[in-house]
């Protein structure tokens, strides 16, 4: 469970750099606003893109954490009912082997 906390640990934090970067970009472009608008529209257009493939990304890394993390309980709990299976098989085999009848000594 430890990785899949890590995953959306790490996906959080990718996301704020993400948004800091991309406010630091746009105030950037900002400033050049005035001076040549073409560039300016070409950029945000660019920085929309970004956006969204960035978006699209994070959803679906989202989505395989989520799977991850559900694949990680079946498996959790698949390994706690073996163990248990085992364990109740060998106190069976135990009381089994306990409750046969001691061979005789005068046969």
């Keep these: 469970m430890a990785v899949t906390a890590m995953s959306f ?3 959080d934090l990718l ?8 406010v630091d970009l746009d105030i ?3 400033e050049l606003d005035s001076d040549e608008p073409e560039m300016v529209y070409a950029a945000r257009q660019k920085m929309s893109t970004l956006s969204s493939c ?9 989505t395989i954490f989520q799977n991850n993390a559900k694949v990680e309980m079946e498996s959790s709990r698949e390994r706690h009912i073996q163990i248990k299976a ?11 082997c306990s409750a046969k009848p001691a061979l005789s000594s005068y046969s």
């Design 15 to 22: 996301e704020k750099e993400f948004d800091k970067a991309y």
């Design 28 to 30: 950037l472009i900002g």
């Design 86 to 96: 085992y364990f109740q098989r060998g106190v069976t085999d135990m009381v089994y």
């Design 54 to 62: 960035f978006a699209q990304l994070t959803h679906k890394a989202q």
């Design 9 to 11: 640990r790490w996906l």
